[in-house]
């Protein structure tokens, strides 16, 4: 089993930044691919962004020159560094985790992100 817990929303204006993380534990913990998701209000949950065990990268088209994902295996931990925030980036941002030995995806409880205009 993987828990994942998310830290780093909150309250942010229009063109500011924040940086969310996502801690992977369990016994044991081997995660292949990672990202985070986001669900707004009224909409499906989408993919916001992606990255593999060796650091391939994919973003949705909406978030492309903004937001950067990276994570550091050591310590099974993902990140997303968002920056100018738009108010339809508002939403619950939840972390992703597949794991290959149990072909299982797991996801994290979600962190809410709010982008005031």
């Known amino acids: 089993q993987v828990q994942l817990v998310e830290s780093g929303g909150g309250l942010v204006q229009a063109g500011g930044s924040l940086r969310l993380s996502c801690a992977a534990s369990?016994?044991?913990?081997?995660?292949?691919?990672m990202g985070w998701y986001r669900q707004a209000p009224g909409k499906q949950r989408e993919l916001v962004a992606g990255?593999?065990?060796?650091?391939?990268?994919n973003y949705a088209d909406s978030v492309k020159g903004r937001f950067a994902i990276s994570r550091d295996n050591a310590k099974n931990t993902v990140y997303l560094q968002m920056n100018s925030l738009k108010s339809e980036d508002t939403a619950v941002y939840y972390c992703?985790?597949?794991?290959?030995?149990?072909?299982?995806?797991?996801w994290g409880k979600g962190t809410l992100v709010t982008v005031s205009s």
């Open positions: 992703n985790a597949y794991s290959l030995d149990s072909d299982m995806n797991y």
């Open positions: 369990g016994s044991p913990v081997r995660v292949n691919a």
């Open positions: 990255i593999t065990k060796s650091g391939i990268t």
